[in-house]
């Protein structure tokens, strides 16, 4: 199952065939199954130059800033703006490589890409690219590769705890227990419910993994769905089986990443669709869900419960609902926030794709940018 | 006393009496348990393969009963090539991967294929409507050959001509009040009983002074081990995730509309140590593993999991196994029985070898935990916290200290009442063992009355 490597008409040794949606390990680095590090035999056959677009404080870029980085590989200034990378002695030495971390970076990425043309790969410490997805960026030629995979599991994990918080009813047990009433109640098993995922990517793979040890039963849907196949999936359904996964599901993992497509994908009339008994649960990015309609949902008791890890603005604004409706569990966007994980992250580039660079590997993570994810 | 094959790589392993109570049990019960003729344990048969196992079960002269026995037992055999308890449907049922009711179609396409009949006697309360499957007599669909003679609570509700008519099978639900001191008194009453099954997975509700005449009278015990765990191994990872990822912070956060995004901890990685690695535990320790959690059992039976593929390392009991487990455990799930032998195993000296930052999870029986040295251990922050859905009395007390406690998860023993559960436990005696018994089969999930388990 290897993956396909072909070479451009460009100089550049390093174009990626396009095959984002392919499950293929050889391609996709995850934390649970990661390899050690194969990546350094091989010559070395070009230096990497790198800017870092980054917080020069954020604490997490420490084995970038201060670290000892990988034969070849050269920082050359961590900013957050054009002004702080207009040094001449920057523009000479022609940078090749950008590394993303900063919030704000999306119009700064695009001001460096125009003015160091020199730049062949950009890398972005997170998974999702919304944060620096603009025209300038997927119209270039860069590569771009992200931190897929990185954050699976623990969300997976997250998954299957919000998933039994409700069906164990974890607020009546709270409840019982502040009102020290010892009452037994009948609690619902995982196993036999269905699962259905929004967005089968590495998050969703992760959490059907755990699903299916569950014994759930697991629905998937994927952009292209055609050929589809994971041990871990029961039926995968294409953009169109959205309503009818919706209706199968007890519930519902919604793990897309935000973009054009899926940017209010689950509507008032997707949502009309689910059981009564139905939880929702988004750790992909708030906007994919039309947070007005699910609010009507679960305050109309539509629906019995969402799990909410994301939302459409963070931090929520204390004028939302969603603070104060008893059947949402909320989390401030951190069920992913393991002390370690941004700096596996940043090891993840210093450590994996870097050696790749330099020796002109095929990179890990690739991200299709006319897919914008 | 034969010493258990590897017991000398255990710490700590028992190799008392239970051995030789086992020989004894299986002896008198040889016609249905299908225990091999030698006095080689239970447990070292179940280490042959399948096939082996069943070669080892007392022919019948009846050649259709041949032929169905060997139909009936050609099972599928499981992809794993280890030894998995779970697995051994002749020893356990589990309703995960055991199919349902195969007996039952063995009866119903060939009659003449019973055995004996079973003349059923049912210990319970007669409004308990989990046991219907048995006592409703308007829905209610016994196999051939078998018959409810009476429903009572004691043995004067059964009437003494009952006794002429030679019942062999006694069903005791645990709705049947003061149980443990009517049930001597029904194997008094009546001297024909040959089996004794008992609806749910704890049998220390039944425990007294006179149960292992049970044993001695060469009675045979089943229960419903099994029906539980993967209801409870749900509740397990779900008390795990709860302190990993600070459900209480959430909560607290939620309520004061503060969004502070804090650090939170993976299960991948942590070790989770489960103490009694029976049917529950193993079910934890499965999805345990998937989790990526590194898993360590206590058992009185080491070397019955040293291929086992879910659990990383195995101990025997004793003190000693008991501190080493809580000293690297991250997560503890403790699911073992209550008997003679495991009451307040769990004790100050046990807490005090706890692991930092330990979470304690009892989903076995409460008396097996020292409850005050748990409630210290929380107070002083020896144990970050406690899930608890098992306690020493039970509904815990409106005064327990417990109920006080920011950091237990309290729920009042329901973490395996699905809606259906109970029903579920009286259709498997229903529809697998009853029918196992009258076709002379092997009876899933015995019990030894002696041992408390």
């Known amino acids: ?373 | 006393m034969a010493a258990l094959p590897s017991s000398s790589r255990s710490l700590g392993c028992f190799i008392r009496g239970g051995t030789q109570c086992r020989r004894g049990f299986a002896g008198a019960a040889r016609s249905y348990i299908g225990c091999s003729s030698a006095p080689s344990t239970s447990e070292s048969s179940s280490m042959r393969t399948r096939e082996q196992h069943s070669q080892q079960r007392p022919r019948q002269s009846s050649s259709i009963a041949n032929i169905h026995r060997r139909y009936y037992h050609r099972s599928s055999a499981p992809s794993k090539k280890s030894w998995d308890p779970s697995l051994d449907e002749y020893k356990y049922w589990n309703r995960e991967e055991s199919k349902h009711g195969e007996a039952s179609y063995v009866l119903d396409m060939s009659p003449e294929s019973i055995q004996r009949e079973a003349r059923i006697l049912c210990l319970a309360d007669e409004r308990d409507d989990a046991d219907g499957p048995l006592t409703d007599r308007s829905t209610s669909k016994l196999p051939f050959g078998s018959r409810l003679l009476h429903v009572g609570t004691t043995p004067d509700d059964f009437p003494d001509s009952l006794v002429g008519e030679n019942p062999n099978v006694l069903f005791v639900s645990p709705s049947c009040p003061h149980a443990r001191l009517q049930l001597p008194l029904i194997l008094h009453k009546f001297p024909t009983l040959e089996w004794i099954h008992v609806r749910s997975a704890g049998i220390d509700f039944l425990e007294s002074d006179e149960l292992p005449r049970v044993t001695k009278r060469g009675i045979v015990m089943t229960n419903a081990k099994g029906q539980f765990s993967s209801s409870l191994a749900e509740y397990a990872m779900m008390a795990c995730s709860y302190f990993a990822k600070d459900v209480p912070r959430l909560l607290k956060q939620k309520g004061a509309k503060v969004w502070d995004d804090f650090d939170i901890e993976e299960l991948r990685g942590k070790t989770m140590g489960i103490v009694g690695y029976g049917d529950i535990g193993r079910a934890t320790a499965k999805l345990a593993s998937v989790y990526g959690m590194r898993v360590v059992a206590l058992r009185r039976n080491p070397d019955k999991s040293e291929l086992d593929m879910v659990c990383d390392e195995v101990y025997g009991t004793g003190k000693l196994s008991l501190q080493k487990l809580m000293s690297i455990s991250d997560y503890v799930v403790c699911s073992a029985p209550s008997t003679v032998e495991t009451r307040g195993m769990v004790d100050a000296d046990a807490f005090r070898a706890s692991k930092k930052n330990q979470v304690f999870i009892n989903l076995g029986r409460g008396p097996v935990v020292d409850e005050e040295a748990l409630v210290s251990s929380l107070k002083d922050g020896t144990l970050r916290g406690a899930a608890l859905d098992v306690f020493a009395t039970e509904p815990l007390p409106a005064d327990h200290e417990l109920w006080d406690i920011e950091n237990v998860l309290i729920s009042p023993h329901n973490m395996d009442k699905t809606a259906t559960f109970m029903h579920e436990a009286t259709e498997f005696f229903v529809n697998e063992n009853l029918p196992r018994f009258i076709l002379g089969d092997t009876l899933l999930n015995p019990v030894d009355a002696t041992r408390g388990y």
Request: glycine letters at 6%; hydrophobic letters at 40%; proline letters at 6%.
């Open chain 1, 1 to 373: 199952n290897r993956h396909h490597c072909f070479y451009s008409a460009s100089t550049s040794p390093l174009q990626l065939a396009k095959n984002s949606d392919s499950m293929d390990n050889t391609v996709y680095w995850n934390r649970e199954t990661g390899r050690p590090n194969i990546s350094e035999d091989g010559p070395i056959i070009q230096e990497a130059r790198i800017l870092a677009l980054c917080d020069p404080n954020d604490a997490f870029n420490q084995p970038l800033y201060d670290g000892e980085l990988p034969e070849g590989a050269k920082l050359l200034k961590v900013g957050s703006s054009l002004a702080d990378f207009d040094e001449s002695s920057i523009i000479d030495q022609n940078p090749n490589v950008i590394f993303v971390s900063h919030p704000n970076a999306r119009d700064p990425l695009v001001q460096l890409l125009r003015k160091f043309p020199s730049v062949e790969w950009v890398h972005t410490r997170s998974a999702g690219v919304d944060f620096i997805a603009s025209d300038g960026l997927f119209q270039s030629s860069v590569q771009l590769t992200n931190a897929k995979g990185m954050f699976s599991s623990t969300l997976a994990e997250y998954c299957m705890m919000a998933c039994s918080y409700f069906a164990k009813d974890l607020p009546r047990l709270m409840q019982q227990k502040k009102d020290v009433n010892w009452e037994q109640y009948p609690v619902l098993e995982l196993r036999g419910a269905t699962l259905g995922i929004v967005g089968f990517g590495d998050i969703g793979r992760a959490s059907a993994k755990l699903a299916k040890a569950y014994g759930m039963t697991v629905l998937g849907l994927k952009r292209n769905a055609t050929n589809f196949t994971d041990p871990h999936c029961d039926h995968v359904y294409g953009m169109d089986g959205l309503n009818e996964l919706m209706a199968r599901s007890d519930y519902v993992l919604v793990s897309a990443p935000l973009t054009e497509q899926t940017r209010g994908l689950i509507s008032a009339e997707t949502l009309s669709q689910c059981k009564s008994s139905a939880v929702i649960i988004n750790v992909g990015r708030g906007p994919i869900i039309n947070e007005e309609a699910l609010i009507e949902s679960l305050k109309k008791g539509r629906i019995k419960g969402a799990g909410l890890d994301v939302m459409t603005v963070e931090p929520l604004p204390k004028e939302s609902p969603l603070w104060k409706l008893d059947n949402v569990l909320l989390s401030p966007h951190n069920m992913d926030m393991t002390l370690t994980f941004m700096k596996e992250s940043t090891e993840f580039f210093i450590s994996e794709n870097l050696p790749r660079f330099v020796r002109g590997k095929q990179l890990l993570n690739p991200v299709d940018k006319s897919a914008g994810y």
